[in-house]
């Protein structure tokens, strides 16, 4: 490997700031910083940045630390640099532009050889490699800024669909309790009609018992009779309007029924798929237990594929403190993570919940949507808390 024929301080300092920023990670920053007794304690810059600033400052002239970081940056670059095509740098260069999936080197790496070894290695090369690199950020970060917002539009929607299946859902339930009333009012017309049937099957022989018609009318017997036909008469129009009312709403609640269901597989994206190795927690979730309070009671089977798909154990309380909490305690007991979706929980039930987690230190989340997306983002959540802690 040839050796350094240009020092770090006699670069140019757009190179030293790139090979500092892309080759030096900030636990490296914080050692070279407690090294040398070096503070940086302006409270409105990063830290990584106040960092980094310092460094390419200190290592524009000779002096410890720029001998020091150049002997770190010199040894990271000794693991790479055969991969690094040191022979003819305008080729490089242009390959960086053209092909950069076919660089198997880092950007950093490649800067730090043309600049320290490159057989033109000058200032003319350091500015053609920088240019590529600085353009090449803006690009990611423009790229990267757009997916932001088109991410952020996207969960929009997806909140916009939660929020119409919950009100469909909604509607759902006030239809089938008005259909159960219908049908109920339907039963009690059917007793009347059969009652005034078995009253018609004993009519009074008005030319046997020896009386006037108009005695007989006046018999209360026979009122009785004329008012149950007039019943009669007036329940079988109801009864009708009725089944026809009746039939309507149950054209309707299977329109509804039909319709949630193309929003649930719509919004859950074929729940079937999270059986497959793509889960994003899957390697977290692994023999957790999981602990659902609350939810819809239509999606436990989906819950509960999503949970042990992962390799996660799944258990599920329907938020009901109304006979005390032991219930909804035994129930969190040995739990990794509980998750209490909030629009479907009341505010007692959160709190209970919260109270129960924190005496037997568990973690618990409150994920405003009850849908399989709701609890799948919480999980994600979680898993990316156990990996960052």
Not at 82 to 92: F, G, Q, S, W
Not at 291 to 302: M, P
Request: glycine share 6%.
């Amino acid at each position: 490997m040839v050796k350094p024929c240009k020092r770090i301080w006699e670069l140019q300092s757009s190179t030293v700031c790139k090979v500092v920023g892309m080759g030096l990670l900030l636990k490296d920053l914080q050692r070279i910083a407690r090294k040398f007794g070096i503070s940086v304690s302006d409270p409105l810059l990063d830290e990584e940045f106040a960092l980094h600033t310092t460094m390419v400052q200190l290592c524009s002239r000779d002096n410890p630390v720029s001998r020091f970081t150049e002997k770190l940056i010199e040894k990271r670059f000794l693991i790479h640099g055969k991969k690094v095509p040191l022979e003819d740098p305008i080729r490089t260069i242009e390959r960086v532009q053209e092909n950069p999936q076919d660089v198997r080197a880092p950007l950093w790496a490649i800067l730090w050889g043309l600049a320290t070894r490159g057989r033109l290695a000058d200032a003319k090369i350091e500015a053609a490699l920088f240019g590529c690199i600085h353009m090449m950020e803006h690009r990611l970060l423009r790229d990267h800024w757009r997916s932001l917002h088109s991410g952020a539009d996207e969960a929009g929607r997806e909140m916009g669909k939660d929020g119409e299946i919950l009100s469909l859902k909604r509607e759902l339930l006030d239809m089938q309790w008005a259909n159960r009333k219908l049908e109920k009012i339907i039963e009690g017309m059917r007793n009347q009609i059969e009652s005034a049937a078995s009253a018609q099957r004993f009519p009074v022989n008005v030319a046997d018992s020896g009386l006037s018609s108009a005695k007989c009318l006046q018999c209360p017997k026979n009122r009785k009779i004329q008012d149950l036909k007039a019943l009669l008469a007036q329940t079988k129009y109801c009864n009708c309007e009725l089944e026809d009312e009746n039939a309507q709403l149950r054209e309707e609640i299977a329109g509804l029924l039909e319709e949630l269901n193309r929003y649930e597989d719509v919004l859950a994206d074929k729940p079937s798929s999270v059986s497959d190795g793509a889960c994003p927690f899957a390697r977290n979730l692994k023999g957790k237990k999981v602990t659902l309070v609350g939810g819809i009671e239509s999606l436990e089977c989906w819950y509960r594929q999503l949970i042990e798909s992962a390799g996660g154990q799944f258990r599920r309380h329907d938020g009901s403190c109304g006979g005390g909490e032991q219930a909804l305690e035994d129930c969190i007991s040995g739990s990794d993570l509980v998750v209490c979706p909030v629009e479907v929980n009341s505010h007692n039930a959160a709190q209970s919940v919260k109270r129960i987690c924190k005496a037997r230190g568990v973690r618990c989340c409150f994920p405003r949507s009850a849908s399989l997306s709701g609890l799948r983002k919480a999980l994600q959540e979680h898993c990316a808390e156990l990996q960052v802690a």
